[in-house]
């Protein structure tokens, strides 16, 4: 029999129970549509509590639509958004950004998922010719595609590159949560002070059935955001169900407790892997996912019983992830398995 | 103290108990994401059973998507879309249809809400010149946005003409299941069986909590939806929880009993309100809406203890609409407070 | 054997030998690229000798795309462009400003080929309400696609009535010259002094091989032009020879007397057709364009020898169009060509 | 004083004087606009004998455009589009390609300017997965931007994996003149007969004022290419001045004449340079131009006297590009210039 959880994704999670009571609990009568009910206003001043009363959040559908839109906030047409060759945002969104946008996205290499100013630097240039894209946003991933945490002075050190050149700092916090745990920051401490200036914030990840916000730290790049949402397809109309799952992800500062165990987990399952000598993790495990090189035969016999990603063929690396809901059990009971499977 | 349930609109209303309980029934460990789960495999079924083996069946966050996600899968950007001057992908969509398809939109007047061949007619012109968009697609929405129902016949006209021009027929089916549960039709009699080539399926003003589908009934037509999706920033992870709507809304006839009391509901304050001379009922009520003309100071007392919507400001019409959850005593006790109203 | 010139369009015509001299003239060694030439130097000094020293002006390929790029200068892909229903912009460009702009375009009626407050009044609703696109330019053709000039006093009341609600006006000038012409005004008094604030100022029709140009009243809506004219596909690598076309033009008030010519034969023509009693005038000659309702049967008979537009076919209406090439003789010999063939 | 001539670009080069004389001779007399002028059918006529009759062409203003249209008529919007890295589309249109169709560009490596199997496997991936953007054409440049051509059966190997791979091959052929010389071949032989499904055929380049075609060699793949070129506001009214360009550079084999000249001044551009010691030529000299290594103080003494541009700003590699009007004499005095200034 399969096992009840993998450790595919942390979007093949299902729903905390206290994000689906607060689904439920919104389920009282009549409320206006669109983002005019009092859940939505509550969770709203929840976010401002979070990150100061001058923000601007939108919720959204998924993660995609929170980082496209967020983007097309910030650039004409005729911009660029420099970004990580293995960014979310260039290898998985089917080319959402550019459609949305109308920009070009200049992959950089990344060093460990990671931007650096020098990878970014590369890629800012062609400044005032009309033939070129003009560099106008910096996008990272925090945590990063590869589970590894961007430091806080990486961030600064990002933000003030992208300022003093007139660009702006945006953050696909899919898994911003795991981040900030990770750091031991708070949310404000890991985005706005660090100099985002657009935050993708992900609740999906974090124990939500469906829901992502798109946070301005400058309340005049969000002025039009409205329409835009609107335009981008994102408007729900009963909303209060995206509200009331935000509003149980920052009660009790649940939201901490899911990435916190989440990473705990991903901690947990490194340490039982480093057990296992034919498994090698190959990026520092600083979130709630472990990337390990396997052998090759094993893939396919781990995944009979494992539904999982391979993160890179050619090196056999494949991606496991925590979620909320993963159980030490689980951990201890799919690390004995990939250790029997490859010592076979 | 306002009342548990306005009549702003169908969107208003909150999630059926079936619905909430199918939601809650899916969160059962993990499954994988993006619609390779079994609660997805199972609500596709259920589709094919109810429209047929060979369509093809897409689920989306709301119903926008489904409708600028359909019409892209029919056009070329040099295409345009016929559609009625008062449809909701003309007026209530924010310029997404033409974002997403690059297509214009050709309004043309309406008769009860409907299109007819002969206004259809006038906006198919200036074929095979290069100055002009090509027509390709009539949309309809069924129910109409004033709560009429288009006869099946009208239907079939309008898929006849189009399909003898190279066009494809769409239905905006936001309330589909109001119109064939008005039409005592089944949903493929309404839809499929009447000429339609592809319907924007709405689940969530028929009591869901979010969940549309775009539904195609010649396959060849969805053939590359799923990067649509994708790119159309549509594709939901943890998609179990919309499929799980759909599935509660078809067990049972859900979705019928539905929309039936919704439209039952509909034509009780329809009666109720013939009673005060001072309101004129100004569309046939054949679904969920009663349009009707009041005095203009009633509009304000009115909305201070109700909130809905005005529908034509010039002439003082306004938009009420029932929904799966409006009671008898909802509707008799805001009749009532209409005619103390009005009145005074 | 069918006559060297036509009455089809002004688009029809040759090239003004003057303007064929410059370009020939403009042929001398090297010249860098992209518009970093003398000429091009050299016919932006005269622009801003029209229209004044703080202008901004980018020459393009052709008018559909001088209306395009200038209307996504002032606009986000949330905003409309309210303009007339029989403004080339929105019949006669394949859907390019929808397609390039994201926007929608809405039609209102127009009398006399001509905008009115009164007309823009309706189309200006749904403002800051996030489901519909939010209007933010008017457009208006000048002279219009009738062969009528508004007067300064209607476009000063249109530009007002932008301005006080934050939106933009916008002209598409492809016969600017023969307006200006025929109400004895200057280019600048016809366009900026009004309250214009975007103007498509077309060359082509005024004599030019294909020089179009986009002339911002306000340098800040300029400002990135250099990059959507790029990504436009409308900047010219071997610009000097556009910009020498411009140059022909502006030189001893060639514009001026090609669209003064122009204007003189169409009223010339009108003359003559008023001789006729089967021919009736339905629009103030007030360009170089005449159209006249003529028998049905006569349209056919006509364009055996002389070819032309209908430009309502249900109304039998018809386009003839002067030239700067039209000649005194062509006018009589057509005029005596209609009567003949009317007469018959 | 600065010499008549520069090596900064072909396009920097005015107007071959037959070309001018073509434009001169079609201005006679009205013709219809739009392409529907004998000047057009003439020309088309002359495409068809050079590439076969059942091919499709369209002319458009320039070359941008003609890449951008072209890519557009082999896509959808979740298309890729697999191009060098150094390729015109990447990095020198502003976007234009992203914003036109939608697609994200796949850069890959690039040797000597040309695409590998190799390297073009690399980025074909991700297929079948909705996350991924679907590659659908690969895109050569041809001569390449650095001055290199692809050899016959490098054109083959690509257009094979791209068929077996239901994708399209693309040719920018901005230089396809110079390459066709280069090669020995005709204009059928280095493009259709190789597999290239859609060519950019470049005229400007080759000696005309302004003048590109895109020329489909499956009528198929053009069906509808007059929409989009109208809708890519390409559609030049006065159509027959640029049909005239093509037309002279087709007569006596013009086109051939003008782009072997440009390649004998390359290659003695190459002559002279070789005996500069302090000059490398970085690139074989295929085509019309040279790519140079110089002293770095070098480059700014030479720009004073003659405009160029920097290649490769680390490297110190500059390009030089001769013409159709380059002379023997130009090339001699501007070697020598290079050798006093590098050795000074």
Redesign the interface.
């Known amino acids: 029999m399969k096992p009840?959880?993998?450790f595919?994704?942390d979007?093949?999670?299902?729903?905390h129970?206290e994000v689906?009571r607060a689904?439920?609990e919104?389920?009282?009568?009549?409320?206006?549509?669109?983002g005019d009910d009092p859940y939505t206003t509550s969770v709203v001043q929840k976010f401002k509590r979070l990150f100061g009363s001058d923000i601007e959040v939108f919720l959204v559908?998924?993660?995609?639509?929170a980082n496209?839109?967020g983007l097309?906030a910030l650039t004409?047409?005729?911009h660029?958004v420099i970004c990580g060759e293995a960014a979310h945002i260039y290898?998985?969104?089917?080319?959402?950004p550019?459609?949305?946008t109308?920009?070009?996205?200049l992959?950089v290499p990344v060093t460990n998922g990671k931007l650096t100013i020098e990878s970014v630097s590369h890629a800012y240039h062609?400044i005032d010719d009309?033939?070129?894209?003009?560099p106008r946003v910096i996008s990272i991933t925090q945590a990063t595609e590869v589970g590894t945490v961007y430091q806080p002075n990486e961030i600064k050190a990002l933000a003030r590159f992208a300022h003093q050149r007139g660009m702006f700092l945006h953050m696909d916090g899919a898994r911003i949560a795991n981040a900030a745990a990770s750091l031991g920051q708070t949310l404000r401490q890991a985005t706005r002070d660090l100099g985002v200036d657009v935050l993708s914030f992900g609740g999906?990840?974090n124990g939500a059935?469906?829901a992502e916000a798109v946070v301005f730290f400058d309340q005049k790049l969000g002025h039009?955001f409205?329409?835009?949402?609107?335009?981008?397809?994102?408007?729900?109309?009963?909303m209060r169900?995206?509200s009331a799952q935000f509003d149980a992800l920052f009660t009790g500062d649940l939201w901490h407790k899911n990435a916190q165990h989440a990473n705990r987990m991903a901690r947990l399952l490194q340490t039982q892997l480093r057990k296992i000598p034919q498994v090698k993790i190959v990026y520092k495990v600083e979130a709630n996912g472990v990337f390990a090189k396997i052998p090759r035969p094993a893939i396919a016999k781990l995944q009979r019983r494992y539904?999982f990603y391979v993160w890179n063929e050619q090196q056999s690396v494949v991606r496991w992830m925590c979620s909320f809901?993963t159980t030490e059990q689980d951990v201890r009971q799919f690390a004995r398995f990939v250790a029997e499977t490859v010592e076979r």
């Open positions: 009840a959880r993998s595919a994704s979007n093949n999670a299902g729903v129970p689906l689904v439920a919104a389920n009282r009568g009549h409320a206006v549509g669109y559908f998924n993660g995609t639509a496209c839109l097309k004409n047409s005729y660029a290898t998985d969104e089917c080319g959402a550019e459609k949305f109308g920009c070009k996205l992959p062609g009309p033939h070129h894209v003009q999906t990840k059935m469906g039009d409205l329409y835009l949402r609107k335009q981008g397809m994102q408007l729900a109309s009963k169900f995206i539904f809901d």
